[in-house]
């Protein structure tokens, strides 16, 4: 085992993660920009790094200078959290290059997921239930309105690469399809690596009308083998990105979750999978059957919901993975977990509401978790993802949790950025919501109902 981990993140998941390395007996070394300086995963870390100015290109983003703050520190691991360079391929290599410990999966697995038209075809090829879509990158509108009459609309169009819903589009037309093109061509210049001059690569896909959003947690153990810890429902979402996640998902039959458990191992163990990853799918609510969506390559923004239901901390498993550790894997699932993220944000459009925290006020409880970024005083600046915290509640059933999600909720007081709190009470008060038979249009429904 190694005896030091630098932290390649920020916020709430670097302090999540430096806080089960402290418990681990490990040295936690952070990495900072200049806008984070004062923020807790900054002074409850053991050692910390200034990366250099506010912009993420200029700090996070810099692979050179995170190897070199790991040299300088004397790490010997790196922990990515998610986002910034979590699913970075190349970081991963010059992670491993640099004769440190890479705590994730190997940079092949990362490329051949990254990728998501090539996710699809391998994932196809192994017998993992596909949607009908192109098996190659659509880079003109003209070569996609020929894919969504072969596929038959309505057609979800999504860039291969990148993830968090970024530039993702639904077209029921030529004329729908001509807007969704273009802005997936946006998000593909400005995320997904196309240059100038360069045709966008575009995935289509079949839609499913009404969809779950349901994702199985896997662990890639040292020798080989691969684990499906059960199901996370993600299907409250706004602009196609999750807000609220729950497990075991309320939407699905006991036969359906066996077989997209069976699909999510067959999916690891194809890449040949080591550490935390997710399989997503879309779940055909009325019809009972699933779809593969993607895989993550990371730990997951939704990990504690997992980690509640199955007594597990899933920061401690990819560490013993990663270092080489062989051991059987024993949990205890039981009882419902909800998780609510708790944004700087309007609570009805949605759009970021960075500033200065006036008061910060944590809920506790029976069966109450908060993982947080911040403190009074902090600033949510503009620089970066809006999530302030993380609010989980578990209780033995749906109901209970609940309750405590209402109680927790009404508890938890933040002053001075706009923030998504009224938007979770409301949601708890929605009879959609709140009788689990809900899908990803859920939110959409919501905003028009007012």
């Known amino acids: 085992m190694f005896d030091s981990v630098l932290v390649a993140n920020r916020g709430e998941i670097a302090r999540r993660i430096i806080r089960t390395v402290q418990r681990m007996g490990l040295r936690a070394i952070a990495v900072h920009s200049e806008a984070d300086a004062?923020?807790?995963?900054?002074?409850?870390?053991?050692?910390?790094?200034?990366?250099?100015?506010?912009?993420?290109?200029?700090?996070?983003?810099?692979?050179d200078k995170v190897i070199a703050?790991?040299?300088?520190?004397?790490?010997?691991?790196?922990?990515?959290?998610?986002?910034?360079?979590?699913?970075?391929?190349?970081?991963?290599?010059?992670?491993?290059?640099?004769?440190?410990?890479?705590?994730?999966?190997?940079?092949?697995?990362?490329?051949?997921?990254?990728?998501?038209?090539?996710?699809?075809?391998?994932?196809?090829?192994?017998?993992?239930?596909?949607?009908?879509?192109?098996?190659?990158?659509?880079?003109?509108?003209?070569?996609?309105?020929?894919?969504?009459?072969?596929?038959g609309y309505p057609v979800m169009v999504k860039t291969a690469g990148g993830g968090g819903g970024i530039g993702m589009g639904?077209?029921?037309?030529?004329?729908?399809?001509?807007?969704?093109?273009?802005?997936?061509?946006?998000?593909?210049?400005?995320?997904?690596?196309?240059?100038?001059?360069?045709?966008?690569?575009?995935?289509?896909?079949?839609?499913?009308?009404?969809?779950?959003?349901?994702?199985?947690?896997?662990?890639?153990?040292?020798?080989?083998?691969?684990?499906?810890l059960g199901e996370r429902d993600c299907s409250v979402q706004r602009r196609h990105q999750k807000v609220v996640e729950e497990s075991p998902s309320p939407g699905i039959t006991g036969d359906l979750r066996e077989r997209m458990l069976a699909a999510a191992v067959r999916a690891g163990e194809t890449v040949g999978y080591r550490g935390a990853g997710t399989v997503e799918c879309l779940v055909d609510a009325d019809a009972q059957d699933f779809v593969f969506l993607e895989m993550n390559t990371r730990l997951q923004v939704e990990h504690p919901v997992t980690e509640s239901v199955t007594g597990l901390d899933l920061v401690e498993h990819q560490i013993r993975i990663a270092a080489g550790e062989v051991y059987a894997l024993e949990s205890s699932p039981g009882g419902h977990a909800i998780e609510f993220r708790v944004y700087a944000e309007d609570p009805k459009r949605?759009?970021?509401?960075?500033?200065?925290?006036?008061?910060?006020?944590e809920p506790s409880g029976e069966g109450v978790r908060v993982d947080s970024g911040y403190v009074a005083g902090n600033v949510v600046t503009p620089f970066y993802d809006p999530l302030m915290a993380k609010l989980c509640v578990h209780g033995a059933t749906r109901?209970?949790?609940?309750?405590?999600?209402?109680?927790?909720?009404?508890?938890?007081?933040?002053?001075?950025?706009?923030?998504?709190?009224?938007?979770?009470?409301?949601?708890?008060?929605?009879?959609?919501?709140v009788s689990g038979d809900y899908d990803t249009g859920l939110v959409s429904r919501m905003r028009k109902a007012r």
């Open 170 to 228: 639904v077209a029921h037309d030529e004329e729908s399809l001509g807007k969704a093109f273009e802005q997936a061509s946006r998000a593909a210049a400005r995320f997904g690596g196309a240059q100038d001059g360069e045709s966008p690569a575009i995935l289509l896909e079949r839609y499913i009308e009404r969809a779950r959003h349901v994702e199985i947690q896997i662990l890639g153990l040292a020798d080989g083998t691969v684990v499906a």
């Open 399 to 433: 109901e209970e949790a609940l309750a405590r999600a209402r109680t927790a909720i009404a508890a938890f007081k933040v002053e001075g950025p706009k923030n998504n709190l009224p938007f979770c009470a409301e949601l708890l008060d929605d009879p959609e919501f």
């Open 350 to 361: 949605f759009l970021p509401g960075p500033g200065k925290i006036d008061m910060w006020e």
């Open 38 to 63: 004062d923020l807790p995963f900054v002074t409850e870390a053991d050692d910390a790094v200034l990366l250099g100015p506010a912009a993420p290109a200029q700090s996070y983003l810099d692979v």
């Open 69 to 151: 703050a790991a040299r300088a520190t004397g790490a010997q691991a790196v922990h990515p959290g998610y986002g910034f360079l979590a699913e970075n391929a190349s970081f991963a290599r010059a992670v491993t290059e640099a004769g440190l410990v890479w705590i994730g999966p190997a940079p092949e697995a990362i490329e051949r997921m990254g990728d998501k038209i090539n996710a699809r075809n391998m994932m196809e090829s192994a017998g993992v239930p596909v949607a009908a879509g192109t098996r190659e990158p659509v880079g003109a509108l003209t070569e996609a309105v020929r894919a969504a009459e072969r596929i």
